[in-house]
């Protein structure tokens, strides 16, 4: 089910609900396992674990990459031109990367994404739904070493009396810079860092070798077969 990438998670809850209780309505037997990429697995959460949106159909919930409280990149959402000033005297193709993260990747619903955001907190105080299988994958393939932020931290430093956002921020750009593990290799996978993809009260959790929009893609790399396999090995266990 695609949705507009632009609107709040309610929102787009509320149209994966209505879709849903109406596969519920014309295939009143038929079970639903639902298997959601990024965003995707927030608006599925905010489905089945509320009871007046719960249709009652589903019965599986693999998330891969989901950013369960939330990710760093959204928090320069607001503040592109901090990485126009940043991508001076760096190399440019680490910090290319970086910004179409944040302008392609995070741009959708990025004040429910900020991590601590109110919306993030309302979802993360429910329980579980006791009659969903849930499985969560998140991938290790970031773009770049930890001493890769080095020249990046530097140059946002510099950038101060240019940005009105740093001006603006002040010394929570530095704390926000200090915590970018959703870019780290090892640590996240791009767009989405392990500590924060991670779900409480679900066991079925695995880290595997993958990019966030690696998945979305054509590849034979080990660490996508992997997750492939993976996914199929859960649907066929919940059939």
């Not at 249709?55 to 901090?82: E, T």
């Not at 440019?92 to 995070?106: H, S």
Request: with cysteine; net charge neutral; aromatic share 6%.
């Amino acid at each position: 089910m695609r949705y507009p990438n632009d609107q709040s998670i309610a929102d787009s809850a509320r149209l994966l609900s209505r879709e849903l209780k109406r596969l519920a309505k014309e295939h009143p037997r038929r079970g639903v396992a639902l298997v959601t990429h990024s965003l995707g697995g927030l608006v599925a959460r905010a489905v089945i674990e509320d009871a007046g949106l719960d249709p009652g159909n589903v019965r599986q919930l693999i998330m891969v990459a989901p950013p369960n409280h939330g990710s760093a990149l959204a928090r320069f959402g607001f503040a592109l031109d901090l990485w126009e000033h940043a991508a001076d005297g760096l190399r440019n193709k680490d910090v290319r990367r970086l910004y179409d993260l944040v302008e392609d990747g995070m741009s959708e619903a990025a004040g429910d994404l900020v991590p601590g955001s109110a919306l993030l907190r309302e979802l993360n105080a429910r329980p579980r739904n006791p009659r969903v299988r849930y499985a969560v994958f998140l991938g290790t393939d970031g773009p770049l070493r930890e001493k890769d932020l080095d020249p990046l931290r530097q140059a946002f430093t510099k950038a101060g009396p240019r940005s009105r956002w740093v001006r603006l921020f002040g010394p929570r750009v530095d704390e926000w810079l200090a915590d970018l593990d959703e870019v780290v290799e090892g640590r996240g996978d791009g767009a989405v860092a392990v500590n924060r993809g991670r779900l409480e009260g679900v066991d079925d959790t695995m880290m595997l070798k993958f990019c966030h929009w690696g998945v979305l893609g054509e590849t034979r790399e080990a660490g996508m077969e992997r997750l492939h396999q993976e996914i199929l090995k859960r649907l066929d266990a919940g059939r």
